[in-house]
């Protein structure tokens, strides 16, 4: 019986740090965008 929950558990904390990787990247991504989006503003200005 414990052994079942172990098992769950260590699903659950997969999917945990499955998520938070996900979010991580598209943060990243998000972040990317928005520097290039600013560089190309500042150069049209130039």
Do not use: Q
């Not at 997969?14 to 290039?36: E, K, P, T």
């Amino acid at each position: 019986m414990s052994n079942w929950y172990e098992e769950v558990d260590t699903a659950r904390l997969a999917l945990i740090a499955a998520v938070l990787i996900l979010v991580g990247d598209a943060f990243l991504v998000a972040a990317a965008v928005s520097a290039l989006k600013k560089f190309d503003f500042m150069r049209l200005k130039d």
